[in-house]
């Protein structure tokens, strides 16, 4: 049994303060984990390649045309998703992220589930995202919600690329 109070998606950006900071370091762990699984090791934010350093460094102008989602616990944000801004009946999903502590509450398909209502409420027909080969729980996760994988539109290597209609 866990003391965590209920995790609550919201809708960023909101007028909870404390939101900015705890996605910016929920961004960091997410980025700084990726590079050390590509074996591209980093030992600070400062370190990260330039677009990630900036995601981290101010998310709201980095997103600025996406809808982030956060799921908070009392005053701590403690998961996140990204939403891209529909383009051609399409979005994507990205920087889905839920700290460590509090994994396997179900943070993350609840990140995802919100996501699908929101491409839905905007006339999205299709969900698509991409995740690195190694995360095989994160790729069971987008299986379990109906997401397929697909020819990729990607050229990195490592990468499965999947999508979902709505």
């Known amino acids: 049994m ?8 919201v809708r960023w950006p909101g007028k909870v303060p404390s939101v900015q900071s705890g996605l910016s370091a929920l961004l960091a762990d997410y ?19 330039d677009r990630c350093r900036a995601e981290v460094l101010d998310p709201r102008d980095a997103f600025a045309d996406d809808v982030v989602l956060v799921a908070s616990s009392g005053d701590d944000v403690v998961g996140c ?3 891209t801004a ?7 999903v990205k920087r889905l992220w839920t700290d460590p502590a509090f ?6 398909s609840r990140l995802v589930s919100a996501a699908l209502a929101h491409a839905a409420d905007n006339g999205v027909d299709t969900v698509r995202l991409s995740v690195w080969q190694w995360r095989t729980g994160a790729i069971a996760l987008y299986e379990r919600l109906g997401f397929t994988v ?17």
């Open 2 to 9: 866990s003391d965590h109070r209920e995790p609550v998606i």
């Open 31 to 49: 980025h700084l984990r990726t590079q050390a699984e590509k074996g591209e090791a980093v030992a600070d934010v400062d370190r990260l390649p």
């Open 81 to 83: 998703l990204v939403v």
């Open 86 to 92: 529909p383009d051609a009946g399409r979005c994507e």
């Open 103 to 108: 994994r396997s509450q179900g943070i993350a």
């Open 150 to 166: 697909t020819a990729s539109w990607d050229a990195r290597d490592q990468l499965v690329c999947m999508e979902r209609a709505v």
